[in-house]
């Protein structure tokens, strides 16, 4: 089968990148338990929240029924279409430590990004095993031993990280790209 990638590929991360989950999450939980939480990550409210605030959150991601009401990240949509126009998108979740989650994904990106081949939805573990040319992702766990080049799109629980590229939000992602030598 001839290769269906002419032109430079981009793996784009969808929770905390594609989709505001911080600030549902926060949201989520802020509603519920009078907290006034701000876009942290799911893996940090896991690590910092009360026993009776985790469990339900935990509930939530575990049976599948976040992904569906996710916000879009703001800009997401029409950064993704200006960087359709050069290169290739594939979009690169790791969904296997909650698999009841890919079946609402698959909803959500029908829903919003139904432009862009299903082929090149991947569901993975390890995002070490993507070929492709970059990598937007807010976990920079993934950079390390990955083929290509990240971009770290900034989160609350990166802003720590100096080893790689960053863009705070897609208007940044768009200025990196622009950058880039073709
Ligand atoms: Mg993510």
Not at 123 to 128: A, D, S, T, V
């Amino acid at each position: 089968m001839a290769n269906p990638y002419t032109k430079p590929t981009i793996a784009i991360d969808m929770d905390h990148v594609m989709a505001d989950t911080g600030a549902y999450l926060c949201d989520w939980l802020n509603d519920r338990f009078s907290t006034s939480l701000e876009g942290e990550s799911f893996s940090t409210l896991l690590a910092t929240l009360p026993d009776e605030q985790r469990a339900p959150l935990y509930d939530l991601v575990e049976h599948g029924g976040l992904m569906r009401e996710l916000p879009l990240m703001d800009g997401c949509m029409e950064a993704m279409r200006a960087l359709a126009e050069d290169f290739e998108l594939i979009i690169c979740t790791a969904a296997m430590e909650f698999p009841n989650c890919i079946p609402p994904k698959i909803d959500w990106l029908r829903e919003h990004f139904g432009w862009i081949d299903e082929k090149d939805w991947v569901f993975c573990g390890h995002k070490q095993v993507m070929g492709t040319d970059y990598l937007i992702d807010d976990s920079p766990k993934h950079f390390d031993g990955f083929s290509g080049q990240g971009l770290l799109f900034t989160a609350a629980h990166n802003r720590g990280e100096t080893r790689f590229p960053r863009a705070d939000d897609w208007s940044g992602v768009l200025d990196w790209f622009s950058a880039q030598p073709r």
